[in-house]
């Protein structure tokens, strides 16, 4: 089975949401994921942030009313019962102003895109 590298850019409820659930089923699952958190999806990955995703449609507003698990839980399942890494993208921390220091700590570090995209040759790319 391939391993799975999943780009999330959008800052948006749902698709973090669905992001983070298909990096934890795939992750409990035995594959081998690696997230890769850029532009606007990577505020929610900064340390000591309160900050909660905002919806796109009713279904995101419909999680929090539902009391769906928040998209940081379901990363730190997928870290702590697979095989996960979570990886900020150098570049916007540059432009964010973030430090390696400032990252939540189920982050595994910066990395560039030029890396992640090499790793990723050899398994399957998902976009969110």
């Known amino acids: ?11 948006s409820r749902e698709r973090l949401q669905f992001a983070a659930m298909t990096a934890s089923v795939a992750a409990v699952s035995g594959r081998a994921v690696s997230v890769f958190l850029s ?6 990955f900064v340390a000591g942030s309160a900050a909660s995703p905002e919806p796109e449609g009713a279904v995101g507003a419909m999680l929090d009313a539902k009391h769906a698990p928040s998209v940081l839980h379901l990363f730190e399942q997928a870290v702590e ?4 890494k979570l990886y900020a993208c150098s570049m916007a921390m540059d432009v964010l102003g973030v430090s390696e220091d400032g990252l ?20 399957q790319l998902v976009v969110f």
């Open 1 to 11: 089975m391939a391993d799975l590298f999943i780009v999330c850019l959008s800052g």
């Open 104 to 123: 939540a700590p189920i982050l595994s570090g910066p990395m560039g895109l030029t890396k992640f995209l090499s790793d990723a040759e050899s398994g």
């Open 39 to 44: 532009m606007n999806a990577l505020p929610y």
């Open 81 to 84: 019962l697979g095989e996960a």
